[in-house]
């Protein structure tokens, strides 16, 4: 026995198998040692190591610069806010359990931020829109491409047509995008189609954000700015089941006096990959994060107001966690800006000019010159009240009532279309008023939509201008455009390769029917027609202003409507009076205006006033898209700022510049008098004076400004176009006229930091351009430079900025006052002609100034025609002390009937300015009671 194991052992250890059973071990004893030595005698140092995997630079933004006024009035400041912010890290089995989960805790987190008051922070290229349709909201093409590169993850010039998707990539609709990124395909968020279409939509512009951190996941992706407690105190008592959300402190932009300075002070937002190229190209330190000035003074003085950033080095795990600060440099605030303009002036400016435009409306509605029907309509026509609201869930008894009776007269309307289209064979200038509006729109409409190719018509076509001569029906017309592949018919729901014409044509009417039955301007026709007729009454355009929270619901005034103790015309009028419903709600003429206040002596711009305002809180930081829109489909245009950017014909407030020319080429002196007899004979068409067929007599220069006579002005521009060769020369004379223009600074932009239009000076018939008409075209910060330098002798170059100072309260950079002098254009007797002139103008305006007293006032008013079926522009141009001078003030009424109406508006404003009346007093007589002169009133 003991040698058979003797001889096993003997043979076990000489075999084969001995040294692969010791290799083994032996290996096992190697990984044994190298399990102790990893995870016992040297773990803690490798799970160290394997966390602390990179490291990364983290940006510390600066806090933005104030901005404030002349006297110290903060403008513009940082508020300290709440953001719910996200971070992607989450531990996740798969794909499709991460886009499961991740959704729904957007869906119950977005539910909650909505329900208490918050909104989705929303930096996406597309908008759900109140129809439930969706629109990119990007006018570039590059963005537009640059995003669509991105949504599908390849250059755009390799988009191609997806057999899959079953659509061209490049040129995907917002719709495709949505139902793309909203799918399961690689890398998209896998939506589930249970979810709303708002929810859905949500969930994709969060998720499409969260995309764009996915290489830097130790970044948080902000879901909702500027929350409330109730947002905070959720996210915080919810936080172990939040996976990755959070509370971040974060600031945002604010605005004090926003409706009044917005036009000046502008906006930030967060930076586009277009400003970030510009801007990155001098600054290295801007990051894709960061939020810059949009327009106006903000983007002007980005550079002085946005600051330093600072940074933070940071440790980062391999789920993008942050474990540790290595370091911190911190950032420095950027530089406050002070300005010229005085707030407390500008405020009351607006409320002043305001005032007098909402008063000339009150006084042209009691006439009956703008009919009361007009004035209910406009509060559909520019969305006082909300059309989409009269078919909704919650819709008032009222609202129903109407939509029922609107849905009745749509069919009747696209009834009437349908006929015509099929039958009709009489040209448009036989249709009825009604009829015709409808066909404009559609003709709109297909124009607007890409269909008719406006492009490719040529206009010298013989069915052409017989359509626009009004000899030819729409159906005629459309089958021709389709006849002369000026219809885009790859936009019908047509087969496009065997469709004949008369295919193609019922395809056409069908997409007009549909596109009607959804069209606002084409429901605001039928709307408009249904008040005129009293389908729709005044009494229930007056109750849905309360219903819909126009105005603060009021008990007994509404049953006061209803049961008929107050009128509709009562009651509107009440309103507009104390205007709580503004001449820029309701869009009729007039219902905006302009106004700016110079330091002569300084050149500084008090007070620049465009009517009317916006609130810039609403568009900073975070676009409110509602009220955007909003401000985009307001037919008073706020968006466009009506001092710097409105051009129209100054009128006689042009004549000053007439008259330096007159005298200073010789053809005129300070004596010489020209007889009106309010006809000016020399030229064919024989122009009138504004007083004909009375006449002015025998005037001077002084007094030809005094009386605004048109034939002094006229003989003035005729004799500059005879001087050089003794006949009249239409070049010569508009040379002359041109050249005097532009030493008053009318030929180019007045220097501002902000937007502002070329004036464009009269290129022909010097004779009409000498009294302000012709195409002069000038805004009003032209005319206010222009006159100040008449005053002055001074062609200031205009700035906003006063000074700019750091945050230690150094000055960076103060205002200089820079002008040309212009003061040797004229010798002392012929300036003091022109100043004595305007001193004129103004004592003869007994209808405003009469009984002004305190402060002695000069200046020239103007009217000026811009179309026949609107009302004249109400100019004015002035100064005050006329002894001696301290500021100029330049006012347009855009449609304001007479330049006595802009006279008025300045002589308040000046009131104000010199302490002759308070605010309070000035407006306390409403809109009834300021002054107001009708279309009769002098046109000069």
Not at 19 to 38: G, K, P, Y
Request: net charge negative.
């Amino acid at each position: 026995m003991i040698y058979d194991i003797k001889d096993y052992l003997k043979k076990f250890f000489s075999s084969r198998l001995f040294v692969l059973a010791a290799v083994i071990i032996l290996l096992f004893a190697i990984l044994a040692e190298r399990i102790f030595s990893l995870q016992i005698v040297n773990g803690a140092e490798y799970q160290k190591n394997f966390i602390m995997l990179i490291k990364k630079p983290l940006s510390i933004d600066a806090s933005r610069g104030n901005i404030y006024d002349c006297n110290g009035n903060l403008l513009a400041f940082n508020q300290l806010a709440y953001s719910v912010v996200i971070s992607d890290n989450g531990n996740y089995s798969s794909t499709k359990e991460h886009n499961k989960l991740l959704n729904k805790e957007l869906k119950e987190l977005i539910a909650v931020i909505k329900k208490n008051g918050g909104e989705i922070y929303k930096d996406f290229p597309i908008d759900l829109n109140e129809d439930g349709t969706y629109s990119f909201n990007i006018t570039s093409e590059t963005s537009r491409k640059r995003f669509l590169s991105d949504v599908f993850g390849k250059k755009y010039e390799k988009l191609e047509y997806n057999k899959k998707l079953g659509f061209d990539e490049a040129n995907a609709t917002a719709e495709n995008v949505i139902d793309f990124l909203r799918s399961n395909q690689n890398e998209c968020f896998d939506v589930s189609d249970k979810y709303d279409k708002q929810t859905i939509y949500d969930i994709v512009v969060v998720r499409y954000a969260i995309k764009q951190n996915r290489f830097t996941k130790y970044k948080t992706t902000t879901i909702a700015k500027d929350v409330n407690d109730t947002i905070v105190a959720y996210v915080n008592e919810h936080s172990d089941t939040l996976t990755g959300v959070s509370i971040e402190e974060d600031t945002i932009r604010k605005y004090n006096y926003a409706e009044y300075i917005s036009p000046i002070v502008g906006y930030t937002g967060k930076i586009s990959t277009d400003e970030y190229n510009e801007l990155s190209e001098d600054d290295s330190s801007y990051t894709q994060n960061d939020m810059v000035g949009k327009s106006g003074l903000e983007q002007y003085y980005e550079s002085y107001l946005r600051g330093k950033n600072g940074e933070k080095q940071v440790y980062v795990n391999n789920v993008g966690k942050i474990t540790d600060v290595i370091s911190q440099k911190n950032s420095v605030s950027g530089n406050d800006v002070y300005l010229s303009i005085d707030i407390k002036l500008q405020e009351a400016t607006y409320k002043l000019l305001e005032q007098e435009i909402a008063g000339i409306v009150y006084s042209k509605i009691k006439s009956g010159e703008i009919p009361i029907t007009d004035v209910y309509f406009a509060l559909l026509n520019n969305n006082v009240i909300d059309l989409n609201h009269f078919n909704a869930a919650d819709a008032s008894a009222t609202e129903q009532s109407i939509y029922t009776s609107f849905s009745e007269q749509l069919q009747g309307a696209l009834g009437t279309i349908d006929n015509e289209l099929q039958n009709g064979n009489t040209g448009t200038s036989g249709m009825s008023e009604q009829v015709l509006d409808y066909f404009t729109c559609v003709m709109s409409m297909l124009s607007d939509d890409g269909l008719l190719l406006s492009d490719q018509i040529d206009s010298s076509d013989s069915t052409y201008t017989a359509w626009k001569a009004g000899t030819v029906s729409p159906k005629d017309y459309l089958k021709y455009c389709i006849s002369k592949q000026w219809i885009d018919i790859t936009k019908l729901d047509v087969n496009q390769k065997y469709a004949d014409s008369s295919e193609v044509y019922s395809a056409l009417c069908s997409y007009i029917e549909n596109g009607l039955s959804t069209n606002k301007d084409f429901a605001k026709i039928i709307y408009k027609y249904m008040v005129n007729s009293g389908a729709v009454t005044g009494q229930q355009l007056c109750l849905l202003l309360f219903d819909q929270g126009v105005l603060d619901y009021d008990d007994a005034t509404v049953n006061n409507i209803a049961n008929g103790s107050i009128s509709p015309y009562a009651f509107l009028m009440d309103k507009i009076n104390n205007i709580e419903i503004t001449p820029a709600q309701l869009a009729l003429d007039p219902c905006t205006g302009s106004c700016v206040i110079t330091d002569i002596n300084t050149g500084q711009i008090k007070a620049m006033v465009s009517y009317p305002g916006y609130d810039n809180n609403k568009l900073a930081n975070t676009v409110d898209a509602d009220y955007y829109q909003a401000l985009r489909e307001d037919k008073s245009n706020p968006l466009w700022n009506y001092a710097t950017q409105e051009q129209t014909a100054p009128g006689s407030t042009f004549k000053m510049v007439s008259s330096t020319a007159g005298l200073a080429e010789g053809v005129i002196d300070t004596s010489s008098k020209i007889n009106c007899t309010g006809i000016f004979t020399d030229i064919s068409n024989k122009p009138k004076c504004w007083i004909y067929p009375g006449a002015h007599g025998m005037d001077n220069v002084s007094e030809a400004l005094r009386d605004s006579c048109n034939v002094f002005f006229y003989t003035t521009g005729f004799r500059l176009a005879s001087k050089d060769t003794g006949s009249y020369d239409d070049e010569d004379g508009t040379n002359y006229i041109q050249k005097y223009a532009s030493i008053y600074g009318l030929n180019e932009k007045s220097g501002l930091e902000i937007v502002e239009r070329t004036p464009s000076i009269a290129t022909q018939y010097p004779v009409m351009a000498a009294i302000g008409q012709s195409n002069n075209n000038f805004t009003t910060v032209s005319l206010s430079r222009y006159v100040t330098a008449v005053v002055s002798g001074k062609l200031y170059d205009y700035k906003l900025m006063n000074k700019i100072m750091d945050a230690d309260g150094k000055t960076v950079k103060q205002y200089d006052s820079k002008f040309k002098d212009i003061s040797d254009t004229l010798n002392q007797s012929q300036w003091d002609a022109i100043h004595q002139g305007m001193r004129m103008v103004v004592e003869d305006l007994h209808d405003v100034f009469g009984g002004f007293t305190g402060v002695e006032v000069a200046g020239k008013t103007g009217t000026a025609q811009q179309v026949e079926n609107r009302p004249n522009h109400a100019l004015f141009v002035g100064y005050a002390p006329y002894s001696n001078p301290e500021i100029s003030i330049a006012t347009r009424i855009s449609y304001g009937y007479s330049s006595h109406n802009a006279a008025a508006a300045s002589r308040n404003i000046i009131s104000y300015y010199y302490n002759l009346e308070s605010l309070d007093d000035l407006l306390s007589v409403k809109a009834e009671g300021v002054y107001s002169s009708g279309s009769s009133a002098r046109t000069d």
